[in-house]
């Protein structure tokens, strides 16, 4: 607290030379120093590190109270206790990737050490998952029972199960399965608990099983295989569970599969597959041929899913082909409906010229809500302020109110020479904390109302939580780097605790720089007031200088980066995206050839400044 008390007006005044100053006299004070996830850094040099981010990002000033509150609650707890923590922390370091390639041996001599350290189980389980083959079952069997439904155990029970399965030790495995797994959609698992209801010769259950598995629109695993062949040769899947899945297909744009499926099913079914196989691929050419098509509503269902693929590209074109098709058909209302919308939104966003028409033209049970929003953005974008405030008027009252179109009413009332009325309308708006607010504030000259309230830390229930053994366990795989298992954990913690636990919990995030679970946190409890909080500014010199070298304001790169990754440097997105601003490989591998820097591939996606780096060039190329 005393250095705090001598650095207070250094921190406040950003001098940052004097931080530094201060960590090297925390240094030769004799704390202890230890490589984490940070880099070598001790337990002050972490909460230092955290107080520049804080100041240089914020552009304020942290008072004593609230640094000395963050000493006392960011890593460990004080004297020896503090000390021990911090050498469990970096043996656990030196020894997990040793264990996890399945030697025990650097562990065994750390033993005494880590046993009390609450990643040890984490440690064992490493080991064990990495021996599974060759381990004594029941060494694993007792780590599981003495874990639980503990995160640690969740990946090694995962492979056991596995491991159950391939052994064909079926009553274990199912038991396995019933407890842990059944109903979670965990498909791999559910084909191979079926295989094993079928070596038990339980048919009804393989039936029921089975065919809940068969009826998806989408290739299931391999390890279903063997369930659809049992099925089949027991009669199970005729023409009736052929066509039902191959319906499910088509609803699910998955034409290859149906396309597979109608293989056992008539020569009618195989065409029909040809036929959205055509339509598919080349929609047009389906369109034009559509003289020899007879009206059936699986054919009306094909030329429309074709003038949608058109009508994407050029809506212009699909626009055409409708007129030509349009008649010759018995589309329902709702068809023709929902295809002129489609075309007509297409063309205002492509800027056609007849695209305002064509709005207009639809009939009242296709006017929809984005067909509304689009009608004032065509008219904004010919500066037309009376055919804006039309628009406007013309959407129910509830839209009306929107941020979106009060805004853009004042304007138009603004360019219709109404500058009293406008700034009254404009007025109210600009005290909102958002973006048609701050564009409010913009027209009217003034500060923008961020309305931040820092949320209130409570000592003590920090303290509380720092007992919280999921809770710990959550913060120490964050800081020994396995943040993706220390998000399931933290998760975990976040369960059975109040709505004012779950602040100081979030404030302890971000105390120690987790800022993705900070920032979930607070959303998930609906507490948007503490801005410092929910946008933070990490890896600030990276951003920065990357973003000069970029030619791009940092500002969008933080944004970039908040909005896609809530700044966790291992995430993937379901697209195949990685890293702090969700590079997908491709684009890294070809950025990183720009610059002539090294890529490795996720190695390369996954590390921070790589990915800054990466990320804020590639923004700057295609802005």
């Known amino acids: 607290t005393s250095y705090w008390r001598d650095w207070s007006s250094d921190v406040c005044s950003s001098d940052l030379a004097a931080v530094d100053g201060g960590v090297k006299a925390v240094k030769a004070a004799g704390h202890t120093v230890v490589a984490g996830s940070h880099g070598v850094m001790s337990s002050m040099e972490i909460v230092v590190a955290l107080i520049r981010r804080a100041v240089v990002g914020a552009g304020g000033c942290l008072s004593v109270v609230a640094a000395c509150s ?170 009736k569970a052929y066509r039902e899945r191959f319906d499910l297909a088509v609803d699910a744009r998955n034409y290859r599969l149906a396309a597979y499926l109608a293989k056992s099913l008539g020569p009618a079914d195989r065409e029909e597959a040809a036929a959205w196989l055509r339509a598919q691929g080349q929609p047009e050419d389906f369109v034009l041929a ?11 269902r094909q030329l429309l899913h074709a003038l949608r693929r ?76 009376q055919g804006v405030r039309a628009a406007i008027a013309a959407m129910p009252a509830a839209e009306q109110e929107d941020e979106q179109w009060a805004f853009w009413r004042a304007q138009a009332t603004l360019g219709a020479g109404d500058k009293s009325q406008a700034k009254r309308q404009l007025d109210q708006l600009s005290r909102e904390r958002s973006y048609y607010g701050f564009m409010a504030a913009d027209a009217l000259a003034r500060p923008y109302a961020y309305g931040h309230v820092p949320l209130e830390a409570d000592p003590a229930s920090a303290r509380a939580l720092l007992k919280n053994r999921a809770l710990i366990r959550a913060r120490e795989l964050y800081l020994v780097g396995l943040e993706s298992q220390g998000r399931a954990e933290w998760g975990e913690a976040l369960r059975g605790l109040s709505h004012a636990q779950k602040i100081q919990a979030a404030l302890l995030a971000h105390q120690w720089g987790w800022h993705s679970r900070a920032i979930a946190t607070v959303g998930m409890i609906k507490e948007f007031d503490d801005l410092e909080l929910r946008y933070p500014l990490p890896y600030r010199r990276n951003f920065e200088r990357f973003a ?35 590079l997908m490989p491709a684009t890294g591998r070809q950025t990183a050839k720009s610059l002539r820097v090294p890529y490795t591939g996720v190695a390369t996606l996954t590390d921070p400044q790589s990915n800054i780096q990466l990320g804020t060039n590639y923004l700057g190329r295609m802005y």
Do not use: K
């Not at 970029?550 to 890293?579: H, K, M, N, T, V």
């Open 310 to 385: 058109i009508g994407y590209p050029d809506p212009a074109r699909a626009h055409e082909l409708w007129q030509d098709i349009a008649s010759s058909y018995a589309f329902t209302p709702a068809q023709r409906d929902e295809l002129s919308r489609f075309v007509a939104l297409w063309a205002v966003r492509r800027q056609l010229p007849e695209s305002e028409r064509w709005l207009q033209a639809l009939s009242p049970a296709a006017v929809d809500a984005e067909v509304r929003s689009w009608a004032v953005r065509a008219a904004l974008r010919r500066q037309d302020w």
């Open 290 to 300: 559509h003289s020899g098509y007879a009206d059936v509503p699986v054919t009306r």
């Open 70 to 239: 963050v000493m006392a609650t960011t890593v460990a707890p004080g004297g020896a206790e503090g000390g021990l923590l911090e050498r469990q922390r970096a043996a656990f370091m030196e020894v997990y990737p040793v264990a996890a390639a399945g030697d025990w041996s650097a562990a065994a001599e750390r033993a005494a050490l880590l046993q009390s350290y609450p990643l040890w189980p984490d440690l064992r389980a490493a080991y064990l998952a990495a021996r599974m083959r060759d381990v004594d079952v029941d060494q694993i069997r007792a780590f599981l029972a003495e874990s639980g439904e503990g995160s640690a155990a969740r990946t090694l029970r995962y492979r056991y199960a596995l491991r159950l399965a391939a052994a064909g030790e079926h009553e274990a495995f199912l038991q396995l399965y019933r407890q842990y797994y059944d109903g979670r959609g965990m498909a791999r698992l559910d084909c191979l608990a079926v295989r094993a209801l079928i070596a038990r010769g339980e048919q009804a259950e393989v039936v029921e099983r089975g065919l809940r598995l068969w009826r998806v629109g989408r290739s299931q695993v391999d390890e279903c295989d063997p369930v659809f062949e049992h099925l089949r040769a027991s009669g199970q899947l005729g023409p």
């Open 548 to 582: 000069a070298d970029a030619r791009i304001s940092d500002s969008w790169a933080y944004g970039i980066a908040r909005s896609e990754s809530l700044f966790i440097p291992d995430i993937r997105s379901g697209a195949g995206a990685i890293g702090l601003m969700q």
